[in-house]
């Protein structure tokens, strides 16, 4: 049954929001950056970002970066209703409509707070396929400038719903790992190919650290480098977002970097060949 009223959608929130800050709260959770400065909380953070992540994963960053500068690209659709409450409750701003529609309201939105702020969205949502990047989030990030953050997220087994994203609930007392990206800067002003070369590229990506995130979250332990993750307003991002960045590097930098060859990823646009 659908929720229409907004009592009860404030209500439904309201629980949604504690029982997610207790049931998280529990968790055992550790993140390996490729850049710890792509990281909101951190004192080095400068400039905007588009962060990425799997709908399935929702949970993870929402307990975790709340408070951070951050608005969050949801669906227009009833179903998000509870969600987009959940998410202010949570501490971050929302944004209701498409990414790639560039003459929406919503668009000139996202580009409206990229100027003051972070955006992150799930680019197979919200209704899939699972793990099947959109164009929005290339397309966005080609548009106003504003490098991707990709962000795989795992969990010790968790439980999984019937949905379409099978949907993960991690279970008490367990462990989440994170594994997370460089910037990546995308071109402006892509053609076509280019799209759809740095769409594929992206969600190889994402598809890549989402799957070393769940290995990782079974097997336990930690990595060189790697840190222990706890809910953390930021200090920084209010005031460092709007200032500029490092531009990121070149997708095919960050697939070297994680050993995706360039036959998997396929041959680069002719075009960004001149202009890399």
Known sequence: ??????????GWSLVSTAVIRQWLATLRCRADYGDRTVDPVHP???GAKIYIFWHENILFPLFLRGHCNISMLLSRHTDADILARVAGMMGFGSVRGSSFHGGSAALRELASRAETGSL????????????RLAAG?????????????????????PWRA????????????????????????????????G???????VERVLNYLSDDA??????????????????????????TAALPGPRGVLLEEECARLGLTDAALGNQPAAERRTA
């Open 162 to 193: 019937g949905t379409w994203d099978r949907f993960a609930i991690p279970r008490p007392a367990s462990r989440g790992r994170a594994v997370v990206s460089r910037a990546i800067q995308i071109p402006p002003e892509l053609d076509r190919e």
């Open 120 to 131: 992150t969205m799930t680019p197979d949502g919200p209704r899939g396929p699972r793990r």
């Open 214 to 239: 769940e290995r990782w979250a079974v097997a336990g332990g930690s990595r060189p480098g790697d840190c222990v993750v706890r809910p953390q307003v930021s200090r920084v991002a209010h005031r």
């Open 137 to 157: 989030c290339v397309f966005l990030a080609s548009s106003l400038g504003i490098p991707l953050v990709a962000m795989g997220f795992g969990y010790d087994r």
């Open 44 to 46: 080095e953070f400068r």
């Open 1 to 10: 049954m659908k929720l229409q009223s907004s009592l009860a959608i404030g």
């Open 195 to 201: 799209l759809e070369w740095h769409r594929a590229g």
